[in-house]
């Protein structure tokens, strides 16, 4: 890891259930110090980490880790985009999709150690409506419980399937017009997810064959659920399949334009982003440098 020497730490002291201070006192134990040098801040409102990692980037500091849960890591990456330097995650949330993705260590103390012997690699980044994702965006449900999952003090991935399982019958689908692939959709809308990486988090996979380096949007598209159309879906996600056609249906794109009727929910990487007749969603190859396990 000869590119990497200097390292900073950005961490959400509200992420998660260790406190900063263990965070701290674990870096300092287990991080080579032989072959980096680094420094520790905190976030301090939402957005910050953004700005801190951006500063970082404007320093030249190889190396910014994301300390915390999806919310942050996505934060942090933002502030990296199109930049030399590359980000890391400890991860610390309860869905952590983007460190599962890239195969990272879980547990606090391995993600530091893999810090030490870690590779820098390339992968893509997504836009809806110019907001930046690195794992998933979508509309419709998954919008809406990433809303009501925001609110709920509860998390982990018990905690969103009783979400789903209790909302899924209230939410209607929805009349819309899709562009992709040169071709005009009209149809039903229930879900359309935007898969850069494979899965959501908790190991729960929208889109189980998605290549993180190939340019290409993965599209999930449910028409309209119901409950045994729910459950194969479920299953599917939770064992890494794709659902049936009369499930869903799946596409492999570099954009996507979509306009409803009626305003509908939208999310990047499953914060809630808010309510829009029109969206655009597109894809930008191989824009963030990230640090991997060797």
Same mark, same amino acid.
Request: glycine share 8%; with cysteine; net charge positive.
């Given at each position: ?52 990692? /951006?500063? %970082? !980037?404007?320093?030249?500091? &190889?190396?910014?880790? *994301?300390?915390?849960? =999806? ?70 449900f998954d919008a ?50 935007? /898969?850069? %990486? !494979?899965?959501?988090?908790? &190991?729960?996979?929208? *889109?189980?064959?998605? =290549? ?66 029109q969206f655009e ?14």
């Open positions: 890891m000869s590119q990497i020497s200097t390292v900073r730490f950005i961490i959400n002291p509200v992420s998660g259930t260790r406190s900063k201070t263990d965070v701290a006192a674990c870096i300092k134990l287990n991080l080579d110090h032989t072959k980096l040098t680094h420094d520790i801040v905190y976030t301090e409102y939402a957005g910050h980490a953004t700005e801190l990692a /951006a500063a %970082a !980037a404007a320093e030249n500091i &190889n190396l910014v880790v *994301a300390v915390g849960g =999806d919310g942050t890591v996505n934060e942090v990456a933002k502030g990296l985009l199109h930049t030399n330097t590359a980000l890391g995650i400890l991860p610390k949330g309860s869905g952590n999709g983007l460190a599962r993705h890239l195969k990272l260590p879980l547990n606090l103390t391995n993600a530091i150690k893999a810090i030490n012997t870690g590779q820098v690699s390339q992968i893509d980044s997504g836009t809806i409506n110019d907001v930046p994702f690195f794992t998933t965006a979508g509309i419709g809406y419980i990433s809303s009501v999952f925001a609110g709920n003090k509860r998390r982990g991935l018990k905690t969103y399937v009783e979400l789903v399982l209790k909302e899924v019958r209230n939410y209607k689908h929805l009349p819309v017009k899709v562009w992709i692939n040169e071709q005009q959709l009209d149809t039903d809308c229930f879900v359309m997810a935007f /898969a850069n %990486a !494979a899965q959501y988090g908790n &190991n729960a996979y929208i *889109a189980p064959f998605a =290549d993180i380096r190939d340019g290409l949007l993965d599209v999930c598209l449910v028409r309209q659920l119901d409950f045994m159309k729910a459950l194969n879906l479920s299953y599917c996600m939770l064992t890494k399949q794709l659902a049936n056609v009369q499930s869903a249906e799946y596409f492999k794109t570099t954009g996507v334009r979509i306009e409803t009727e009626e305003p509908m929910m939208y999310h990047a990487d499953g914060e809630y982003k808010g309510k829009t007749t969603v597109k894809m930008n190859p191989l824009s963030l440098k990230v640090l991997i396990p060797n």
